[in-house]
């Protein structure tokens, strides 16, 4: 099969495009390399170093005609969205419509796009449930949600199917430690290199924590007919606070468990956890990976890029 892989260069795109290439399927990235990098592209895998706004992503599917879209490429950080909204929308709205826009001419069967949990909110309940009401409350949420809302209009207008995975705290190797999201790759880089590390509030914030093979396991089982024009959610439904994440961080790092406190920052969510059984039900999905054995790979490698 013949997959396009937006954002292809980034943390969770690389390994996306890794496991697409194992299972013998043909992929191309398009990246602009904003914050993804050249060396994470695996030699097997052609890179267009291209915005996926420029209409030239249309020229690229209607003379390349992929299969399936996998559309990860996308401005990441909430705190960015408050700073500059339009921006935001630019890429994860204007950047959407050109790649459906793109699957059209390109007569793609299916478009796996990345949502996420940040659509639900200050959700009801936790784990969230895969049907629970969203309620976007930053303009990166208010993106994704109208990037998610694209998807089912092109399905009705052009017959595109589309699976959205709604992804939760995505942690392991190649993530950076510069973005706000990656706290897992945050702690290592700083308990690694012996600089000190903080927690924000009392450290009982909780997040769910999946593991980067995982959520690509869901992204390759979404590209075959499975979950069409569904949601699913990828995550443990397992809640794990600030303060024991720094713990097991801190032991994979074999570094002392001493965090620092900051006062909570206006905004950041008390819990979140979202339910993944309506992935196991709708694609066969999911998580694998136990937390302990996730950290310890990620520390392994960050550990490896030091030598
Ligand atoms: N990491 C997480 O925990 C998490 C959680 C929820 C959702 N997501 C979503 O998953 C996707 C991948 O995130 P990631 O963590 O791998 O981030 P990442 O920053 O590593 O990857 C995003 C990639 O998109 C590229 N990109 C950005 N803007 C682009 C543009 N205009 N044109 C072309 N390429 C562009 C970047 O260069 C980068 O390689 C994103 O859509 C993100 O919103 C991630």
Excluded at 97 to 113: C, E, M, N, S
Aim: aromatic share 6%.
């Amino acid at each position: 099969m013949r997959v396009l892989v937006t954002g292809g260069a980034g943390f969770i795109g690389s390994h996306l495009v890794d496991a697409l290439l194992k299972q013998g399927h043909e992929v191309t990235v398009v990246d602009d390399l904003s914050s993804g990098r050249r060396d994470n592209v695996s030699e097997g895998a052609p890179l267009h170093v291209l915005d996926v706004r420029d209409p030239a992503l249309v020229e690229l599917a209607a003379a390349w005609r992929p299969e399936v879209i996998c559309h990860l490429a996308a401005q990441i950080s909430v705190r960015a969205s408050v700073a500059d909204p339009v921006h935001d929308a630019r890429v994860n709205v204007e950047g959407t419509a050109r790649v459906l826009t793109a699957a059209h001419r390109g007569g793609t069967r299916k478009v796996v796009f990345a949502s996420s949990v940040a659509v639900y909110g200050r959700p009801q309940a936790i784990p969230v449930p895969g049907d629970a009401a969203t309620d976007p409350r930053s303009p990166y949420a208010a993106s994704k949600l109208s990037a998610e809302t694209y998807l089912a209009s092109f399905k009705a207008l052009h017959g595109i199917d589309y699976t959205t995975l709604v992804l939760s705290n995505v942690y392991g190797p190649r993530q950076s430690p510069e973005g706000e999201a990656g706290v897992v790759a945050i702690f290592t880089d700083a308990l690694l290199s012996g600089a000190p590390t903080l927690l924000y509030g009392d450290g009982d914030q909780t997040r769910d924590y999946v593991y980067v093979e995982d959520v690509v396991d869901g992204f390759v089982m979404a590209c075959g007919p499975a979950g069409g024009g569904r949601r699913f959610n990828l995550g443990t439904g397992i809640q794990t606070t600030d303060r024991h994440l720094h713990t097991l961080v801190a032991a994979a790092a074999g570094a002392p468990d001493r965090p620092g406190f900051a006062p909570a920052r206006l905004g950041d969510l008390p819990a979140m956890a979202v339910d993944p059984l309506p992935a196991f039900e709708g694609l066969g999905w999911q998580p694998r990976t136990e937390l302990t054995t996730g950290l310890k790979a990620t520390v392994e490698w960050a550990r490896s890029r030091r030598r």
